[in-house]
């Protein structure tokens, strides 16, 4: 009986010859007691037990939750050097029938190496620029072997993409040069010759020796933050010895890097590469107009960026002042981008319910950008907000004051709702103490009270001569009360 070491290494008590399970010679049997590698590899060996009561063996012929229900998946791994790719008509490719799969698709390709190293072939053209050294790629992948149908190593797999740095050592010689000759959005593929992937060696025991590999590559997107990771590694006089423009080249990398990150829902490192590209810039000396321009557009960039990722994180107050830092920034900068921060300004004071602040930023950008339907739809909520803001505010005093009606005879007389008598004597002790103490000018009561117990307070503290503030605050009311100023 052979122990299959990857159910071993799991832990889970099966032992069979082959896992195929419409295979009736070879059943799945279940242990009493779970095996490891360890226990296995052991000099002193491992006792295997049988238990008593087997389980029914799982049908692998289920296909609820089937793994491969992805398209985009299903479309990676449905080719490989034993497939229909290299059944080919062509005449080109069959004037040799004899020859192997991987050098029938070598005929199709072109080489990137000049070796023969690393051939290419494009599968579905790219957008943009090229990808330039030193950048960070995201991808995915699959790798195959010749006549081998499936992928022995694939990014789609996973379900996740890679995410490598280029010319830094993270990935294959081949691979590296592969990923530099596309573009962004590009499908491509590559046969890399075994002395630029694993070698004489290979990686028993998946990938033979002197293996060639076959590669299918999909760029998601790039980023070049070169310039920014080389300022990353400076010290401090380093830093300040550089020119404006190494300074500048380094705001833009992380710029692109917190862009990135925003864009991945990271917003904590977008935050850390936003705020690290306006540092740099404020650090930054100027020698003439242009350079004042270049630095002024980038800083205000990032104060704007920086004011959506506290949108975002629910920090309206913080979102504010990078926006005024934003605006404050010297020079003639386009509209566009100062309509952007004014429009984020006013989402940051309309989370605040400073509505007129609100509608005053609001109407700046849409002076600048007076088509834009964003701003407009924005003004429109502001408005609504607003509105349904007084009539709660209206509602929470109509409701403070019920308890006490006017009766017939003219005097005012308790309503039927009240509170419970504990609570009137605690809040009446608890203003007398708050009046005794010399040190207290201010009491604030918790904002959980209800409109009937608010009433309560604010007649006992009428009673006391203090001072009542009562101010909503979404669904809640802050009610504080203060000792009056001594004549």
Not at 451 to 471: D, F, G, L, N
């Amino acid at each position: 009986m052979d122990v299959r070491e990857s159910d071993m290494a799991q832990g889970i008590g099966t032992v069979a010859r082959d896992m195929n399970c419409d295979d009736e010679n070879y059943p799945i049997v279940q242990l009493t007691k779970s095996l490891t590698i360890k226990d296995v590899y052991s000099e002193s060996g491992a006792i295997l037990e049988i238990a008593e009561n087997q389980k029914p063996s799982k049908d692998c012929t289920d296909d609820n939750g089937n793994f491969f229900n992805d398209e985009s998946l299903f479309k990676s791994l449905s080719f490989g050097a034993g497939n229909a790719l290299f059944d080919d008509d062509d005449e080109d490719s069959g004037s040799d029938d004899d020859a192997e799969a991987f050098e029938k698709l070598s005929r199709k390709m072109e080489d990137m190496t000049g070796d023969g190293g690393v051939l290419k072939m494009e599968v579905r053209p790219g957008i943009g620029g090229d990808i330039p050294s030193r950048a960070y790629v995201t991808f995915h992948y699959s790798a195959y072997l010749q006549y081998s149908d499936e992928p022995f190593d694939s990014s789609w797999l996973r379900g996740k993409p890679e995410k490598k740095k280029l010319d830094f050592g993270e990935l294959l010689p081949g691979l590296n040069i592969a990923i530099k000759t596309m573009r962004k959005d590009e499908t491509a593929r590559f046969l890399v010759k075994s002395s630029y992937a694993f070698g004489k060696l290979g990686c028993q025991p998946r990938i033979p020796s002197n293996e060639t590999i076959l590669y299918e590559i999909y760029v998601i997107s790039f980023i070049d933050c070169d310039a920014a990771d080389v300022y990353e590694n400076l010290d401090s006089k380093e830093e300040h010895a550089a020119t404006f423009q190494e300074k500048l080249e380094a705001a833009r990398g992380f710029h692109r890097k917190g862009n990135e990150h925003y864009h991945e829902g990271n917003l904590f490192a977008a935050k850390d590469a936003y705020f690290r590209a306006a540092w740099i810039m404020e650090d930054a000396h100027l020698k003439d107009e242009k350079e004042e321009e270049e630095r002024g557009t980038l800083l205000i960039k990032m104060h704007s960026n920086l004011a959506q990722v506290f949108l975002d994180m629910n920090e309206p107050a913080r979102a504010c002042t990078r926006c005024n830092k934003g605006l404050a920034v010297r020079g003639v900068h386009s509209k566009d981008l100062i309509a952007k921060v004014y429009f984020r300004y006013g989402k940051a004071k309309c989370m605040l319910h400073d509505f007129k602040g609100a509608r005053k930023a609001l109407l700046h950008a849409q002076r600048l950008k007076p088509n834009n339907m964003d701003i407009s739809s924005e003004l429109e909520m502001v408005l609504l907000k607003e509105q349904k803001y007084e009539a709660q505010e209206q509602l929470m005093y109509k409701q403070m004051f019920e308890p006490l009606v006017q009766s017939s005879a003219g005097t005012l007389t308790e309503n039927v709702v009240k509170v419970r008598p504990e609570f009137e004597r605690v809040v009446e002790q608890t203003i007398l103490r708050f009046i005794a103490e010399p040190n207290m000018n201010e009491l604030q009561f918790p904002s959980s009270l209800s409109p009937v117990e608010i009433a309560c307070v604010t007649a006992a503290a009428k009673a006391a001569e203090c001072i009542i503030s009562v101010k909503p605050n979404g669904a809640e009311t802050i009610l504080k009360i203060m000792k009056k100023a001594v004549q």
